[in-house]
């Protein structure tokens, strides 16, 4: 026969439950302890994180094509800016705000590009940082995600389909629009296209004339310029010959923007493995414009 025995009634543990913490994206409630909101799968932490600051962060958008370098140059950007001691300095908030600099930065000294950002955006790594500049009085509560370009141009051809970046979008105060400047001709014109149907997509969002996306600042950037000095030499001049749509659209729905060139890798060079496709793999690592595009957006924003 068995001893009876006490059990202690944890019933009390229900009412954690019962109180839902919006997502600081959707602004859906979720559970006290979930890890990414249930709905647009945004990390939970963001929220947790702005609640207990009592503040609200300001959000802006790395936007462009699949391969343009958006991993490359947000991880390069946030380590140059961690390690900064003058200036424009960057401090992360968070441990899982500093997973894309370390994947980063890892990669890059294994002569490697950083894998694929995979589609799924409970994947997709997300950076909340506090930046200070030199003459702002206040520090910049900034949240960036590294989102995938595939995941991108599918909520632009088909909105909705991505439904945690059109709300995010909708809250930022600006964007980093990423160009590859490396691209072949078939290829640059392809990035023209997206380019141009991202645009119209940004000021579909918002058609106020005082806050909506033709009045927010964006800071294009042609990335792997490292091979092109005439993109160095003058961006938009660079846009005008090269990518003339963009131009055209920039010019006419936007009030706010500014051109420019940055590179990451000093030289490349292709790899092949036991007969793998070639692959486009770093030589040396030699930042060159990667700062200033932000620079320029931060004092904006």
């Known amino acids: 026969m068995k001893q009876p025995s006490t059990l202690p009634m944890e019933s009390y543990r229900l009412a954690q439950y019962a109180h839902q913490i919006p997502c600081y994206i959707c602004e859906e409630g979720n559970t006290f302890d979930a890890e990414y909101c249930r709905y647009c799968c945004a990390p939970m932490a963001l929220a947790h994180q702005a609640n207990s600051q009592k503040i609200h962060p300001r959000m802006m958008a790395c936007l462009g094509a699949s391969g343009a370098g958006k991993t490359v140059y947000l991880g390069m950007l946030i380590d140059m800016l961690s390690r900064q001691t003058q200036g424009l300095q960057l401090l992360a908030r968070g441990a899982f705000s500093i997973t894309l600099q370390q994947r980063t930065v890892a990669a890059l000294a294994r002569c490697q590009f950083p894998s694929k950002t995979p589609n799924e955006p409970d994947r997709w790594n997300w950076v909340h940082?506090?930046?200070?500049?030199?003459?702002?009085?206040?520090?910049?509560?900034?949240?960036?995600?590294?989102?995938?370009?595939?995941?991108?141009?599918?909520?632009?051809?088909?909105?909705?389909?991505?439904?945690?970046?059109?709300?995010?979008?909708?809250?930022?105060?600006?964007?980093?629009?990423?160009?590859?400047?490396?691209?072949?001709?078939?290829?640059?014109?392809?990035?023209?296209?997206?380019?141009?149907?991202?645009?119209?997509?940004?000021?579909?969002?918002?058609?106020?004339?005082?806050?909506?996306?033709?009045?927010?600042?964006?800071?294009?950037?042609?990335?792997?310029?490292?091979?092109?000095?005439?993109?160095?030499?003058?961006?938009?001049?660079?846009?005008?010959?090269?990518?003339?749509?963009?131009?055209?659209?920039?010019?006419?729905?936007f009030k706010h923007f500014k051109f420019f060139a940055s590179g990451v890798a000093g030289a490349c060079a292709l790899r092949t493995i036991h007969g793998e496709r070639a692959q486009r793999v770093p030589l040396r690592i030699e930042p060159r414009g990667v700062i200033e595009p932000f620079h320029w957006l931060i004092c904006r924003v």
Not at 214 to 220: D, E, F, G, N
């Open 129 to 253: 940082s506090q930046v200070k500049a030199a003459k702002q009085r206040r520090p910049v509560e900034l949240i960036m995600p590294d989102m995938a370009g595939e995941a991108i141009l599918q909520e632009v051809e088909h909105p909705h389909t991505y439904g945690v970046i059109q709300m995010m979008l909708r809250k930022c105060s600006g964007a980093l629009v990423l160009v590859d400047a490396m691209q072949r001709s078939d290829s640059a014109l392809e990035q023209d296209y997206f380019t141009m149907k991202l645009l119209s997509y940004l000021t579909e969002l918002d058609h106020d004339n005082k806050t909506g996306w033709s009045r927010r600042p964006l800071a294009i950037v042609f990335t792997k310029a490292d091979e092109c000095e005439e993109c160095f030499a003058d961006p938009a001049a660079f846009a005008k010959s090269r990518f003339n749509g963009l131009w055209q659209h920039v010019n006419e729905r």
